[in-house]
């Protein structure tokens, strides 16, 4: 039966079922579960679950009320057509979301080395365009370069007295990083990361600079892309739209 013989009780059903499946194996929760209380767990874990949340509780309510003693086969009610569409496109969302690194993070990552001068970082920020690049020490990731975390640190260092060209030339920019809690400010995720995941990522952690995309996750491994900030709005309308 493909979609457009199913009732809309029974493709209500489907995407309830599969978005009830997805949340528990997921998360490892209780197969016995109440789909309310799921919900409310998966909240503070996933993106899509908490910008849908009161419609996903609602939608619990709803399958209990379109059929009879908890049997699928006995439906009651058939549910109004924008209903279905709704939970389908958030059944989509959590079940075969949108990878990052395919739909909004940039692939060309410029990338910078520890021992480079303030002076050379400020340079590839400008002639780039890209105002987070990733530095690297020994072929491991040691933090990201930000423009404005830059221009912070030169101000810092003019009203402690000291010269600007002391700054741009002999302070490289593994000792501004050193100087910060550096590892608040990037995360590196698997190149398998969904916006969704990434989205989550971005609201764990408003001080978030960038996420990297490596092959297996790890900060040996160079990015295959990256997202920053700029790009949480673009990959909030990509869900919309999905």
Same mark, same amino acid.
């Given at each position: 039966?493909?979609?457009e013989?199913k009732?809309?009780?029974?493709?209500?059903?489907?995407?309830?079922?599969?978005?009830?499946?997805?949340?528990?194996?997921?998360?490892?929760?209780?197969?016995?579960?109440?789909?309310?209380d799921?919900?409310?767990?998966?909240?503070?874990?996933?993106?899509?679950?908490?910008?849908?949340?009161d419609?996903?509780?609602?939608?619990?309510?709803?399958?209990?009320?379109?059929?009879?003693?908890n049997?699928?086969?006995?439906?009651?009610?058939?549910?109004?057509?924008?209903?279905?569409?709704?939970?389908?496109?958030?059944?989509?969302?959590?079940?075969?979301?949108?990878?990052?690194?395919?739909?909004?993070?940039?692939?060309?990552?410029?990338?910078?080395?520890a021992?480079?001068?303030?002076?050379?970082?400020?340079?590839?920020?400008?002639?780039?365009?890209?105002?987070?690049?990733?530095?690297? &020490?020994?072929?491991?990731?040691?933090?990201?370069? /930000? #423009? $404005?975390?830059?221009?912070?640190? *030169? @101000?810092?260092?003019?009203? =402690?007295?000291?010269?600007?060209?002391?700054?741009?030339?002999?302070?490289?920019?593994?000792?501004?990083?050193?100087?910060?809690n550096?590892s608040?400010?990037?995360?590196?995720?698997?190149?398998?990361?969904?916006?969704?995941?990434?989205?989550?990522?971005?609201?764990?952690?408003? &001080?978030?600079?960038?996420?990297?995309?490596?092959k /297996? #996750? $790890?900060?040996?491994?160079?990015? *295959? @892309?990256?997202?920053?900030? =700029?790009?949480?709005?673009?990959?909030?309308?990509?869900?919309?739209?999905?």
């Open positions: 039966m493909n979609k013989e009732s809309n009780a029974k493709r209500f059903l489907d995407a309830y079922n599969n978005i009830d499946y997805a949340l528990k194996t997921r998360y490892n929760l209780n197969r016995a579960m109440g789909f309310s799921l919900i409310r767990k998966s909240v503070v874990v996933n993106y899509v679950v908490r910008k849908y949340e419609e996903l509780i609602d939608y619990g309510r709803l399958r209990n009320a379109i059929i009879h003693n049997n699928e086969d006995y439906v009651i009610a058939e549910p109004h057509s924008a209903v279905v569409e709704k939970i389908e496109h958030i059944e989509r969302l959590l079940t075969t979301p949108p990878l990052a690194i395919e739909s909004v993070a940039q692939k060309n990552v410029v990338i910078t080395y021992e480079k001068s303030m002076r050379d970082v400020i340079e590839l920020i400008a002639s780039s365009g890209f105002s987070n690049i990733p530095v690297y &020490k020994n072929n491991r990731l040691v933090g990201v370069a /930000n #423009g $404005q975390k830059i221009l912070h640190s *030169l @101000g810092n260092f003019l009203i =402690a007295g000291g010269k600007e060209n002391i700054f741009l030339d002999n302070v490289q920019i593994e000792d501004m990083l050193s100087s910060l550096n608040i400010y990037y995360v590196v995720k698997k190149a398998d990361c969904t916006i969704e995941e990434a989205l989550n990522e971005f609201h764990k952690n408003p &001080k978030l600079l960038a996420i990297l995309f490596t /297996n #996750g $790890q900060n040996t491994e160079l990015p *295959l @892309g990256i997202m920053t900030g =700029a790009n949480v709005t673009p990959a909030q309308k990509i869900l919309e739209e999905y």
